[in-house]
């Protein structure tokens, strides 16, 4: 599952039925790994976020992140929150990837986690363009030790771009 699909998504509260929000941005750490959900919406002149933690969230499909209750809800400062998918200065979205030797692979557009893995990313969408995108498809790097989220770049091993796997659903078909 891509997290990109999973933005947006309304979010109920299980207990009550009710919805209470939907899904900003994704909070990670620094192992590669989901640690929650941000939820729509900053009060105009607060530093807080809304989050719900991994732990917290029953189920996900297509349709809706399901949470155990409204006190599954916490408030951040968002200058706390260090690593994120698509939004603030420790996102992921739109970083390049360059090899330790200096290559550029591309872009990320979107990070791959498995549904039955839980909240491990499994690898990233890589963009090397717009007319590549269209000629080719976008690539997978797959996840692989080594691969660092740096304060410019991700940062992976020498090689990897021979790693590169094609997307299931490319812009090409």
């Known amino acids: 599952m891509k ?5 947006g998504l309304a979010v109920f509260d299980v207990e009550d ?28 002149f607060s530093s807080t976020i809304k989050v719900v933690l991994w732990e917290d969230i029953v189920a996900y499909g297509e349709d809706a992140v399901m949470i155990r209750n409204q006190q599954a809800i916490q408030k ?12 603030g200065s420790g996102k992921l979205k739109e970083l390049p990837i ?16 498995d549904h039955e893995l839980g909240n491990t990313i499994t690898g990233i969408e890589v ?13 997978v790097l797959p996840f692989a030790p080594g691969m660092t989220k740096g304060e410019n770049a991700i940062m992976v ?7 590169l796997e ?5 812009v090409n078909g």
């Open 3 to 7: 997290l990109q699909e999973m933005v």
């Open 127 to 139: 963009s090397d363009g717009f007319f590549s995108d269209l000629m080719e498809g976008r690539k």
């Open 157 to 163: 091993p020498p090689n990897s771009e021979q790693r």
């Open 98 to 113: 360059l090899t330790e030797d200096g290559i550029l692979i591309g872009h990320v557009t979107d990070v791959y986690f």
């Open 17 to 44: 039925g009710k919805q209470i929000g939907k899904v900003f941005d994704f909070l990670l750490d620094e192992t590669w790994s989901i640690t929650g959900i941000q939820l729509e919406g900053k009060a105009m």
């Open 166 to 170: 094609n997307t299931v659903n490319s």
């Open 76 to 87: 951040e400062e968002a200058e706390n929150i260090q690593l994120t998918f698509n939004s």
